[in-house]
């Protein structure tokens, strides 16, 4: 065997490999995403990871992009057409998706900060885009990778402070005023929430 195959062997060697991960990688993406996008559940991973889709799909193109270049190289155009359809599709597939995360990206991009967590450790309120107009206080139950978000407490005015009396009762206090606000005792959903003006 001349130095030209050992070289040819050796990249197809370190290219098959390498696209089968990225291909593997390019479906578990597009799994993700799916799945963070629709988030039966709620889950908090889910939604802090893979809750914005735009992200997931120039993820998922760039990945198939460099599977297609690693498992399906083009050297013929003319007798590999199919190969070079696909790596057309999947360039035009990234260069809208980057289009999409740019135009629309920070609609799914939220600012959040834990503000208190309950006595048993179980429930945690989480402020969503402090500091702004748009600042919702949210319950999330369990922990670690279980843990999901159960419902809205309402719009917060001005500085923000949260903590549990117990369990189930949180008393957030604001620039307008103090407020107890009651949750589930089995699911933690919030039972209250705070009013539509500032001063409740």
């Known amino acids: 065997m001349g130095d030209t195959d ?19 990688l390019a479906g578990a993406t597009a799994v993700l995403f799916t799945l963070g996008a629709w988030n039966p559940s709620d889950l908090v991973v889910l939604w802090r990871y893979a809750g914005d889709p735009f992200r997931g799909a120039v993820l998922f193109f760039v990945l198939a992009l460099a599977a297609s270049w690693l498992l399906a190289p083009v050297r013929s155009e003319a007798a590999q057409a ?3 359809r696909w790596r057309i599709v999947f360039g035009i597939g990234l260069a809208l998706s980057l289009l999409a995360l740019g135009l629309f990206g920070p609609l799914f991009t939220v600012d959040y900060r834990e503000l208190a967590r309950s006595p048993d ?8 885009d402090p500091g702004t107009d748009l600042q919702h206080l949210h319950v999330w139950a369990g922990t670690g990778l279980g843990a ?5 407490l309402g719009k917060p005015c001005g500085a923000t402070t949260v903590s549990f009396r117990s369990r189930d009762l949180v008393h957030v206090s604001t620039s307008y005023g103090e407020f107890d606000l009651r949750l589930d005792p089995a699911t933690g959903r919030p039972l209250d929430r705070l009013g539509p003006t500032c001063t409740g």
């Not at 050992?6 to 490999?17: E, Q, S």
């Not at 450790?121 to 969503?128: K, N």
Request: charged share 25%; no cysteine; net charge positive.
């Open 148 to 152: 999901r978000d159960m419902g809205d």
């Open 82 to 84: 199919g190969r070079a």
């Open 121 to 128: 450790g179980a429930r945690t309120i989480a402020i969503y």
């Open 6 to 24: 050992v070289a040819t062997a050796r990249r197809l060697n370190w290219r098959r490999p390498a696209g089968l991960v990225a291909a593997v």
